[in-house]
């Protein structure tokens, strides 16, 4: 994972999204196959949505292809030479003890921005996502919904081409979630690629462009949301969107 | 006795006796010297050893768990064979000095800091590691995060490498000579008038010494309740 | 973050050397705890300053250890009281010198009810015999001190095994010593400084003195300069001859506790 600098504008991703790859992918843990084997390309402008039962192997998809974890076998690359710049924003959100606009800087000086801007940019990034008001309040005292959305202004700060985010409304009420669904749109209309997991089927209606759906540690379809919902081919696919319980 | 203990204390402190002032003065520097060295020290020490996978790493976490048990005279009695004018660093000419006191000192708190502050550092990498790496921070870059972040418990870890360091006589005793006026601190004056059978006084000089630990372990948790307020 | 980090480094730089150096001369004297805690040298070291500027560190400690610390080189000047040591040393080359400087005695000390009956002994060795036969608590040094040798050495005058449950070897300093004796209730035998300046005296009392055996000679020895260049030998010369000097020889005479001299000047 290299760090990166933040270029001075960058409000509009100018290259093209990113492509990502997944090539005959397993992950095991204690010779128990969790994940694959899956390959698939995330093309086009996205956002994709996730989907899958409790214990599909999202999140381990998503750490795999944030480079969190690496795979027992198979190949992720990324479309280009270089590895785009991502950024994770996870269920939980983890956040330093100190201030939340603190948080911010931290992330930027971590990043390498110049001492003088961090806090001129931190507070830019507060006001995107709503959260003046809690500027100096400790980040771990904030609500669930600020917190999030706290962790979203970070990772809007490294302005990355793209954003994985793991089930990231599963704790909150449905005020917060809207308002952490608007952050995402928000990236996404800046440009930044989107791969998110959720099991819940309306957030994947309002969001997605198009859905990767897993159950069993097996990609069972990728297609674009509204083929999804309306025509699934296989055969979990219906089960789940029929809230059926699926393995 | 222990009531003339009580007394003896009160009038000591009362009488502002300026022997005493000085004792009491030299035994804060040392102690609190080589707690600030110790931490320079260990905390980093402790932070890496949680950090880094290395070969021999549980080896090391034993080692500093263990040595956190080093008798304070064992301790001496090794900075003594090294300071000594018989031994390597003779040349430096610190043996009996307050010098030595505080090097005899750190090596009996480091490995506390050390120890403590890697448990400590180890439970928050637990909560913040896939955070890190996603921010794109090297191993290296987050120890100075993980410290400041743990820096409420680790205020409690530096009160008990304080309390070792003020509440010990043995390494003192061996690499400084309790020489009045230069290398005589508390602890090592409650041994003497001891020795001397001066009970009553001993025990003031303990009371003395322990209502100064108190104060100071006071005013830390103070420090550090105001602060946790504000920070959450 | 590295402003405060250079600014601590150069505050503990600094506080270092305050620490180390001292703009007095110096020498550091290995000695023993009974001239140290008698007051002895809280008496004459002032006078000693004043009349030659040089201020004297006393590091006090056993006999054995006080041996040890001159042969590393640790002090510039050594003062004991353990004559035969002494020679020993200066036979090895680690020391140049040794002369006699005062002395003292030792006296028996034991509960107030005598249970051995020592007050009426004719004699050191006689008292001893007494303690062993009544097979009374006894309370020894037994950290081969000057004062410990000399305490075997009678026992062995005595013609006495001195082991069993009733003798205790503590391994400790005099005072010590004379702590647990108190708590014990037992005999001991101690130099007559430590005990007059003793403060926790209990039960005990001063039961045999006298003997001419119960001496004990305190010498001043010049180490070598050949073993250790770098000590401070020419002050360490200026102390050694203000001992044996009248100066000196006067200020020991002149030390008293309660009226009573402690030490007596001997130098030839």
Known sequence: ?247 | MENNAFYVALSLLLNLDASLFQIVALSLQVSLLAVLIAALLGFPLGAAVAIWRFPGRGGMIVVLNALMGLPPVVAGLMVYLLLSRAGPLGEWGLLFTPGAMILAQVVLVLPILAALSRQKVEELLGEYREQFVSLGMSSSRMMPTLLWDARFALLTVLLAGFGRASAEVGAVMMVGGNIEGVTRVMTTSIVLETGKGNLPLALGLGIVLLTLVMLINAGAYLVGELTRRRVG | MKKTLNLLLAGVASMGLAFGACAKDYITLASTTSTENSGLFASILPKFEDATGIQVRVVAVGTGQAFEIARRGDSDSLLVHDTTGEKRFVENDFATERADVMYNDFVLIGPADDPANISEAQSATEAFAAIADAEAPFASRGDDSGTNRAELRLWKNAGVAADGDWYRELGSGMGPTLNTAAAMDAYVMSDRATWVAFGNRQNLTLLFEGDKVLFNQYGSLLLSEEKHPHLKHDLAQQWHNWLLSEDGQQAIAEFKVDGQQLFFPNAK
């Open chain 1, 1 to 247: 994972m290299t760090s990166f600098h933040i270029p001075r504008f960058a409000s509009f991703i100018l290259s093209p999204p990113p492509e990502l790859c997944f090539d005959d992918v397993t992950f095991n843990h204690e010779d128990k196959v969790l994940l694959g084997p899956c390959s698939f390309t995330l093309k086009g402008t996205g956002p994709t949505l996730v989907m899958g039962p409790n214990g599909a192997g999202k999140s381990l998809l998503l750490r795999l292809s944030h480079r969190l974890l690496l795979p027992t076998q198979g190949q992720i690359t990324w479309s280009g030479e270089l590895c785009p710049r991502q950024a994770m924003v996870f269920q939980q959100p983890v956040l330093l003890r100190r201030s939340a606009v603190a948080n911010l800087i931290h992330a930027l000086a971590v990043n390498n921005v110049p001492r003088r801007k961090r806090v001129k940019l931190a507070h830019d990034a507060l006001e995107r996502f709503g959260l003046t008001a809690c500027c100096y309040t400790p980040a771990r005292v904030l609500s669930g919904g600020e917190q999030q959305r706290l962790a979203l202004a970070r990772a809007w700060l490294l302005s990355p081409q793209i954003l994985f985010l793991d089930e990231p409304t599963s704790a909150l009420d449905p005020a917060a979630i809207k308002a952490v669904e608007a952050a995402v749109q928000e990236f996404h209309q800046r440009g930044t690629r989107i791969v998110m997991t959720t099991h819940d089927l309306h957030q994947a209606k309002r969001l997605a462009g198009d859905i990767l759906f897993l159950s069993g540690g097996k990609v069972r379809e990728h297609t674009p949301a509204e083929v999804f919902f309306d025509k699934p081919v296989s055969r979990e696919a219906k089960a789940f969107i029929a809230g059926e319980l699926v393995e």
